[in-house]
């Protein structure tokens, strides 16, 4: 336990602690509870893929995070537990757990041992939090992204599901035969089922160092761009895995460092066409399907 250092954490006040896949409406109930010198206590998992992987939860909340692997944690005592969060966390007035948060070797503790094994803190214990009699749970909002269910996964999350990733050269097919399109590469991110969907993409360039590529970025940046995303193999091609977007707003033929899709409704599913007349026709009607949705949604 004396390894364990969490740095910068003697000034909270209020913490919240969980895994926080996500940062769904039920994390937000949680966080709702802190005061103003409140932070997370993140316990990371080993999980492969997420729905916020590691740093890209703070983009959802005010709060500073710390993390921490379940790994150094998983076998402690409830005393141990108890006596590591009041040694890192030295001004301590309120913990804000959810209700089957469980801590401890196998699992051993819950939420209502906290009030008898730290009685000097202000210890909330949140219910369950549903939308329309749903319990909000990661592990549902995983299944519905899984399908392609956007409509319940968004109403889950409260947000639209978005992955986050760096723009790499693609084959040059789209811009040259059928329409340009900007691929991303992706770690970490808990993918849907291969498909195509109507997006919405938004282009950040806050650590574009090219300034001449900043200024042509500029008015694309930062603003939800309708678009046509694809994940899967190019079954019509080289059937590698791909994951590319096409703008359908006037766009400039520039890579941006970083790209954001956020999915709004599965369009259909990935498949292999004869020749590129015939996936142009289809792309083609893709597109019109996603403008006449993406019309209807305020961004």
Sequence with gaps: MKSLSLPNAHNITSLAIGKFDGMHLAHSTLLGRLDSQGALLCIETSESCALTPKHTKERYTKYPIFYLPLSAIKNFSGAEFARFIIQRFTNLKKLVVGYDFRFGKDRAFGASDLEFLLPQLEIIVVEEFCVNEIGVHSSLIKEFIATGNFKMANSLLGRAYSILGASVQGQNLGSKE???TINIQCNGYFLPENGVYATLSKITCDD????KTRTLLAPFADRYLKSVSFI???LS?????SI???????FIPILPPILEISFIQKLRDNRHFQNRHELKNQITIDIAQAKILLEKREL
């Design 244 to 250: 590319e977007t096409h703008i359908l707003e006037a």
């Design 208 to 211: 574009l160092q090219d300034s």
């Design 237 to 241: 091609t080289d059937r590698a895995f």
């Design 232 to 234: 899967g193999n190019r």
């Design 178 to 180: 059928l329409f340009a």
